[in-house]
């Protein structure tokens, strides 16, 4: 049997910037289990599916961003038993820990929305939440002249959710300065009342909605997807609404756990089964040693990647602290929503778990869109993001 010392279980932004940060403090026996043979700053597919980023720009071999000093196990975790402190992983290895860290991410059901997956294979519906069909969401949308186009934001969990409205909004401004916006008809699915939750930055998005001539139902998600009507039935609280002759579907799929982390009995319940991980300290609630972060963790929190700059350092914190006898640190669920509401114009929310605005720099309203904002979000995080938050620097 393989022994390990902190296990990390994901390569994305949580695992690769915890592990970075663990090997700066000097932690030893850091060992990342993680798949894919590429990583990706996400927060670009928004800004392909904008027009203004390519693929390349957000992807990296994932070889590049393992950090240096940490060892790489290129295998999928299927089970984790908590008695024993082992994970099995798919290529039927069995690996020990003395530490386990949970960051696999959220994976799509697409069993909540039948049909939505086979319109995704006829190209009719795309998303910029799912890599493979996010490079032909601009070109859909750039090209649309008249007609009806549905934008979808999903539900909790969803990876930084409001953010599906990127496209949206960047969508509308490209349709107005061509002199077609008034020839189609623009519909929103949105899971709750407001879009973000926080009453200043919701008042900017539905400012913003309204002066595209957005049509928006509220508290709405979409059931199911006819994909050769191109309709989409959406239950709505007044009852079920079936949006015919959709010419272009911005529906991004609804998102759960891996099942693996409920199966294991670690999770807060089997759907969506995120890690059942104390959200104050990132401590799994019944098992000391394991312990979680990012989209797959229950945090009471929207999850984005702000909140783990946050939460990585807490975490990080937290594991030292636990080996010393010292108290744990406390995570306040500050968190990140940032949408653009033109082109080139961007408001950042940031809060806490109880929504109390978090503003990351003094005395400069976030909310209020800026073009300064929206060229800090385009092109300086995607640098902050590989040369100091992948290297544990953040
Ligand atoms: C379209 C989009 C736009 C976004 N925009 C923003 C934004 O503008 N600002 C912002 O702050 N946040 C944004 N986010 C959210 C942010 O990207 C996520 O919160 C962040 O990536 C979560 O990191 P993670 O490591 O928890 O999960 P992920 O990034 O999903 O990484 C999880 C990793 O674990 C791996 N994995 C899965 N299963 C296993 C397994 N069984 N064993 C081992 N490894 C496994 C996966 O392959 C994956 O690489 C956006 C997300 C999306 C999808």
């Known amino acids: 049997m393989e022994r390990h010392g902190v296990l990390v279980v994901g390569g994305g932004n949580a695992g690769i910037s915890l592990a970075a940060r663990l090997v700066r403090d000097g932690t030893p026996g850091v060992t990342v289990v993680a798949p894919q043979p590429v990583h990706r700053y996400k927060p670009l597919l928004n800004y392909v599916g904008g027009g203004q980023a390519t693929m390349a720009d957000l992807e990296r071999p994932m070889a590049d961003v393992i950090p240096g000093g940490c060892a790489w196990i290129r295998d999928a975790v299927e089970e984790v038993d908590p008695v024993a402190s082992t994970v099995r992983t798919r290529a039927g290895r069995t690996l020990l820990y003395s530490t386990l860290v949970l960051c696999p991410g959220l994976v799509e059901d697409w069993e909540a929305t039948p049909g939505l997956q086979a319109a995704y294979h006829d190209g009719w519906a795309t998303s910029t939440y799912v890599p493979g069909s996010t490079a032909q969401v601009w070109p859909s949308l750039a090209s649309l002249r008249a007609g009806s186009a549905l934008f979808t934001v999903p539900p909790e969990p969803a990876s930084c959710g409001p953010t599906a409205l990127k496209p949206l909004f960047m969508a509308c401004d490209h349709w107005r300065r ?47 997807v006819d994909p050769n009507a191109h309709a989409v039935t959406v239950a709505t609280p007044s009852g079920r609404r079936v949006l015919d002759d959709v010419d272009v579907a911005h529906a991004v799929p609804h998102y759960r756990a891996p099942r693996w982390i409920a199966d294991s009995g670690l999770a807060t319940d089997p759907a969506p089964g995120l890690a059942d991980v104390d959200p104050n300290t990132l401590r799994h609630r019944t098992h000391p040693s394991i312990w979680g972060l990012g989209d797959a963790a229950a945090l009471a929190t929207r999850p984005s990647g702000g909140a783990l700059r946050r939460q990585v350092a807490i975490l990080a914190h937290n594991l030292a602290a636990e080996r010393r006898g010292a108290p744990l640190q406390r995570y306040d669920g500050y968190t990140v929503v940032p949408i653009t509401v033109g082109r080139r114009s961007l408001m950042l929310a ?10 990351s720099v003094p005395l400069i309203d976030p909310i209020k869109p800026r073009r300064a904002t929206w060229w800090i979000d385009r092109y300086a995080l995607p640098q902050v993001y590989w040369r100091r938050i992948l290297r544990g620097r953040v």
């Open 178 to 224: 061509n002199g077609v916006l008034n020839h189609l008809e623009v519909r929103l699915v949105l899971p709750e009342r407001s879009a973000v939750g926080l009453p200043a930055a919701d008042e900017v998005v539905d400012r913003a909605l309204a002066t595209y001539g957005v049509e928006v139902l509220r508290e709405a998600r979409i059931e199911r």
């Open 350 to 359: 940031e809060f806490t778990r109880e929504r109390r605005p978090a503003p």
